[in-house]
């Protein structure tokens, strides 16, 4: 994959002389002098990656990285900030319009390429993710359709999953996986609906990019309680085991609270279940705890009626 870097920068030697540096590493190039040109290029383009100088004609480099990262369109494109600057409030003013890293001139082009490379990387992994989420959200689609779970089930679940992943601090790549596990359907609901077996259901996922981590996760999720242990390998192998973990919280207090339709009950049972399931101790405690928060709110706002 070839991928296109968009230069902003007014000097016209070091302009010339980056886009010839970096078609010589491979990269299609695009280059702009001005800040607004930059914007248009940036939106009509869509680069892989940014190099903005901080000194620009009409609008600064600061301001051009803060509409890009406001911007739907151009958000997800990672902008390196070029600057003589070495003082650390413009570095802090930087990151505060989004930038995603900094390059202080004199260029040096060994940095220059570690850095591109680095970003460009990143931004593959988190496009990766996305298009293959998108693959997920048909599928969840597709179960609605056959009334398998309801648009109001599937909010329940993702607003805990959120609450819970915010609590429990992980990092963003583990997180984003848990909320695509969490929207594929049941594959045993979804085989009893169209004459298929679930592992002919879960086997969709070799067709996706991220099947390697996705398939182990949804076997986990789906073997009797008392056999999922032997997808522990697996999914430590691909640092998931955390990702199912939570998951199988998340339905299973779904399922009791659609039984019991009282938060109390249905934590009180998850509790007791917990150690003979094999439940994660520290996410049915965190749970436990956004439940108790949610009460105490509820209980102050009734006193407020």
């Not at 990262?69 to 650390?88: C, F, G, N």
């Not at 939570?246 to 299973?252: F, H």
């Amino acid at each position: 994959m070839k991928f296109t870097i968009l230069i902003a920068e007014d000097n016209d030697p070091l302009r010339n002389l980056l886009k010839d540096v970096l078609e010589g590493w491979g990269y299609n190039i695009w280059t702009a002098t001005d800040g607004r040109s930059c914007l248009e290029i940036a939106g009509t383009e869509q680069p892989d990656l940014i190099l903005l100088d901080i000194m620009l004609p009409g609008l600064s480099g600061y301001e051009v990285c803060a509409a890009l990262k406001q911007s739907d369109e151009t958000r997800a494109i990672p902008v390196v900030i070029m600057t003589v600057l070495l003082d650390e409030e413009s570095r802090i003013h930087g990151y505060g319009v989004g930038a995603d890293n900094f390059l202080v001139k004199p260029v040096k082009y060994d940095e220059l390429k570690a850095i591109i490379q680095n970003l460009l990387d990143k931004k593959m992994y988190r496009d990766t993710l996305e298009e293959d989420s998108g693959v997920i959200r048909m599928l969840q689609g597709f179960g609605r359709l056959l009334a398998v779970q309801s648009s109001e089930t599937d909010a329940f679940r993702m607003g805990y999953c959120n609450k819970l992943l915010e609590s429990l601090g992980w990092d963003k790549n583990i997180a984003e996986k848990a909320r695509i596990a969490l929207l594929f359907p049941s594959p045993d609901e979804l085989a009893g609906k169209i004459d298929a077996t679930a592992d002919k259901i879960i086997a969709l996922t070799d067709n996706l990019r991220m099947g390697r981590w996705l398939k182990p996760v949804l076997q986990f999720l789906n073997a009797p309680l008392d056999c999922n242990k032997q997808f522990y390998p697996l999914l430590e192998e691909c640092n998931c085991l955390k990702v199912a973990e939570l998951v199988l919280v998340i339905n299973r207090y779904t399922d009791l609270f659609n039984q019991k339709s009282d938060s109390k009950k249905a934590i009180d049972i998850l509790k007791q279940e917990a150690n003979a399931c094999g439940y994660n101790q520290t996410i049915v405690k965190q749970l436990e705890e956004i439940l108790n928060a949610e009460t105490i709110l509820e209980n102050i706002q009734n006193g407020l009626k």
